[in-house]
């Protein structure tokens, strides 16, 4: 029986936050051939109502790495990362910030994160100005310690500098950085038009301790730098071996086998 929308109003943000941990498990455990969870399951996982997961898949399936199947959309192509690169903003203008909200970690989140499914973190999402003249879109997960002495600094400039004034200088920082589509939404939130070449990156950042304090997902304008992303299924490989410098593998729980 299907299940209930916990929200019958679909917000952009749930599309994007959804469409990019998918993503990332298919990125980091799934292969062709594998399904992804059903439609009322992935409702359930993330807590976002039907429309969003239908938005968020579609968008997938845009970027050639889905096709829908009777039951479940199968995986036809991973996404492909050539190379890696910085794109966070500079701090030579203050971020637009759209969101800052706590949410429940599903499985793909919480494997990332190094937390048990459903531990309660911190989501930021804001955009900010590239080296480049350019703009970068900017989602941050921060684990539940980590937030509460982020939450304590007043400031309002960029992410990686409110870390650093909250104490939280990482250790370390493991990237993986690829072309990605701008879909509409986040075109508009950029200023640039749908489909435009973006730097997509994820990137996952440690303190001393080996623990995670934040992981990022990044799509960025960086004013024309950008390689040009093929159509389709040619944009992604059938098997790539692509994997982050650090612990950005997803859970293979958010698969569903054949």
């Known amino acids: 029986m299907p299940v209930p929308s916990p929200n019958p109003r679909v917000r952009a943000a749930d599309v994007r936050r959804l469409r990019d941990l998918l993503r990332i498990a298919v990125a980091g455990r799934g292969r062709p051939g594998d399904l992804l969870p059903g439609e009322d399951e992935l409702m359930v996982r993330h807590g976002v109502p039907r429309a969003a997961v239908r938005a968020a898949l579609g968008l997938l399936r845009e970027e050639g790495l889905l096709r829908p199947g009777p039951t479940a959309h199968r995986i036809v192509a991973r996404p492909h990362y050539p190379g890696r690169a910085a794109v966070t903003g500079t701090g030579t203008r203050l971020p637009r910030w759209l969101e800052r909200t706590g949410i429940a970690a ?5 494997d ?3 937390v048990p499914v459903g531990a309660p973190c911190l989501r930021t999402e804001c955009v900010s100005a590239t ?8 989602t941050h997960y921060v684990t539940t310690t980590a937030a509460a002495r982020l939450l304590a600094v007043p400031g309002t400039g960029p992410f990686d500098r409110q870390l650093c004034e909250a104490g939280l200088r990482p250790a370390s920082a493991g990237t993986r950085s690829g072309p990605v589509p701008a879909d509409p939404d986040s075109a508009a939130l ?3 038009a749908a489909g435009t070449p973006l730097l997509g990156a994820e990137r996952t950042l440690t303190g001393d301790d080996g623990r995670v304090l934040a992981v990022s997902v990044l799509r960025a304008d960086p004013a024309g730098s950008v390689p040009a992303a093929r159509d389709g299924a040619a944009a992604a490989q059938p098997d790539s071996s692509a994997r982050t410098a650090s612990s950005e593998s997803a859970s293979a729980g958010v698969l569903s086998g054949r």
């Open 112 to 114: 990332w994160l190094g």
């Open 190 to 192: 950029l200023g640039v």
């Open 131 to 138: 080296a480049g003249g350019g703009a970068v879109l900017e």
């Open 106 to 110: 599903p499985d793909v989140l919480a």
